[in-house]
């Protein structure tokens, strides 16, 4: 059963505890004593079920009307073009007077429960086990908050209105990176191991602290600040701890080859799952739906030229701007063949009667009907020129898609959120063992993920050098530079369309160089589109000199202008109205 089940379920017995607990002030308002000296186990429960949902994001809120923080955080990025330029990886975001993210509720939740949890006659493994899910909680909020803002106040008390500690200013990121660390480890003291997918773990805290510290010690790194090195080593540990037989992970392989990656994501229970960690439950049935299969098709997003371009030829193993077996005059179809599995099980192939097409062909009447993508749904639809799906770059995505949700209507999807995987866990293990000169452990690694779609080529601690990843990332120095840059390709390609690759970019301190490169869909095929719809296009939408999509050439009037200061957000400034000691503003932003 899915976990809003069992959140009924328990919510029935604390009723029948004949404490009143259902109104019970939220955690991050709760002052008085009652509470905390006759609350049960049951209560500890519901009150972190509180910050579930507003960290563990995965699909979006159910019956909402997106496809969800994953799938849209990747918007703000190089990886998935929206119908809509954005602002932020565009360099136009303006000064914001307030911000949501912004937010200390959570903070001060956490930090009510670990001052006064010890007060209950609950056991002591209870105690343990809801404690460490709120050091998680905290260690996560803390960490997106250090993420947008940089420097932020460091809360160890549950502050009242009159505190003066409310009002004090921000501190160093040194300090709260090191106070986040130090809440993780703790999380991962008190934590049991995983028991249900759907709940916060000795597993999910060990992944959670890998992410932080490889974020970290990357973002130092490339910034030539102080404590680089131990970061990447806390990250190096603890991905490898997850690594070890005592967790009993693997990749999820059960469907094949062909299948195995597209089928671990729309998946509608992931307790059985050897690769999940950590997820986020939906239920139609019970009113708890996600609308990502029922919106894919249609979204007007799309992968991106530049993303495409490095999935590898799997006839050489080579970059295809180098191994010579590819050329965007191919057309779409052969384009495609032959590369890294993983890219026919992320976006849609638009050939009649192959499974990799997906959603772009549908039988009508007995005909099988549809085609390549309609770009940005302006092509003329008709019974004879038939259009399932839309897309901003004619790559469509078809990653998160069940086809038995499809048309089924909204809020109908029960696809859980894979939000903490093992992959996850591999890419930082080798990520930070060749940021430190250890060993990256390829073979766990980097290419049982290649093995896992077939691709016949591994991954040597010598790779060929791609001119392209040397123009993208160009900071990387030393021996093993263009080991780096391989392993970031594998991490853009593995974790496509999971919200990752904004961080990366500004970890890595690379984006006055990705950010301003030309936004490109695929070359329009004459095999697949008349000469009339690529004019339409060409008039419409834009193209490039040598015929690629320009999405936002004719769509948008933003210039690429991205810059340091956009690597965080301002300060918003109602808050700095509120509280002065805020100051200074983040650089850039004054």
Not at 375 to 399: C, H, N, P, Q
Not at 442 to 464: C, D, H, Q
Request: charged share 25%; net charge negative; glycine share 8%.
């Amino acid at each position: 059963m899915k976990q809003y089940i069992i959140l009924s379920i328990c919510s029935f017995c604390l009723l029948l505890s004949g404490c009143d607990y259902l109104d019970t002030e939220p955690g991050d308002v709760i002052t008085g004593d009652h509470f905390w000296e006759t609350a049960n186990a049951a209560a500890f429960e519901q009150y972190c079920n509180t910050y579930y949902p507003k960290l563990i994001k995965g699909h979006g809120d159910p019956n909402g009307w997106d496809m969800g923080t994953m799938i849209i955080q990747e918007n703000q990025s190089d990886n998935l073009l929206a119908a809509g330029a954005n602002q932020i990886t565009f360099g136009q975001n303006t000064v914001a007077t307030s911000s949501s993210e912004w937010n200390w509720e959570t903070v001060r939740g956490c930090n009510a429960f670990l001052q006064n949890y010890q007060r209950s006659s609950v056991s002591d493994t209870d105690k343990k086990k809801y404690a460490g899910e709120m050091l998680f909680f905290k260690a996560f909020d803390y960490y997106n908050k250090v993420r947008l803002f940089g420097d932020v106040p460091w809360y160890n008390q549950a502050m009242e209105k009159n505190d003066p500690e409310l009002y004090k200013g921000r501190d160093p990121r040194s300090l709260v990176m090191d106070s986040i660390l130090n809440t993780i480890n703790r999380a991962i003291e008190f934590l049991p191991k995983k028991n249900k997918v759907s709940r916060v773990s000795k597993d999910a805290a060990l992944l959670l602290k890998a992410r932080i510290c490889l974020y970290e010690g990357t973002w130092r790194r490339y910034r030539n600040v102080a404590g680089d090195v131990k970061y990447l080593e806390e990250a190096y540990d603890a991905a490898g701890k997850l690594m070890g037989t005592e967790y009993g992970y693997s990749l999820y392989t059960a469907s094949g080859k062909e299948d195995s990656y597209f089928d671990l994501f729309i998946q509608d229970n992931y307790n059985d799952n050897p690769e999940i960690i950590l997820s986020r439950e939906y239920d139609p049935i019970i009113n708890m739906g996600n609308d990502v299969s029922n919106l894919l098709p249609l979204s007007e997003q799309g992968m991106s030229r530049d993303c495409y371009e490095e999935y590898l030829c799997s006839k050489t193993g080579l970059p295809i701007s180098v191994c010579g077996c590819h050329n965007p005059n191919m057309g779409y179809i052969e384009e495609m063949s032959n590369r890294d599995g993983r890219l026919l099980q992320t976006i849609c192939l638009p050939q009649k009667d192959s499974k990799y097409a997906r959603f772009l062909f549908r039988e009508d009447g007995g005909v099988m009907k549809g085609g390549a993508p309609n770009i940005f749904s302006i092509l003329e639809s008709s019974d004879k020129r038939t259009f399932y799906a839309s897309s901003s770059t004619g790559y469509v995505v078809s990653k998160f898609y069940k086809a038995s949700e499809h048309l089924k209507g909204n809020h109908k999807g029960g696809i859980d959120a894979p939000v903490m995987r093992y992959a996850e866990a591999l890419l930082i293990r080798a990520e930070s063992g060749a940021e430190l000169g250890k060993d990256p452990e390829l073979s766990k690694t980097i290419n049982v993920l290649r093995a896992r779609v077939g691709f016949p080529f591994e991954l040597t601690e010598n790779p060929v050098e791609d001119p392209d990843l040397v123009a993208k990332y160009p900071n990387v120095t030393g021996p093993n530079a263009n080991l780096i840059r391989e392993i970031r390709r594998e991490r853009r390609i593995e974790l496509f369309a999971e919200g990752y690759r904004w961080d990366d970019v500004c970890r890595w301190n690379v984006g006055t160089i990705v950010y301003k490169r030309v936004r490109r869909g695929a070359k329009m095929d004459t095999k697949l589109y008349t000469d009339a719809e690529i004019k339409t296009i060409k008039d419409q939408v834009g193209m490039d000199k040598d015929g690629f999509i320009t999405p936002y050439q004719k769509r948008s009037t933003y210039s690429m202008n991205f810059a340091e200061k956009n690597y965080l957000y301002n300060i918003p400034l109602n808050e700095i109205s509120l509280n002065p000691n805020l100051l200074p503003q983040n650089p850039g932003w004054e």
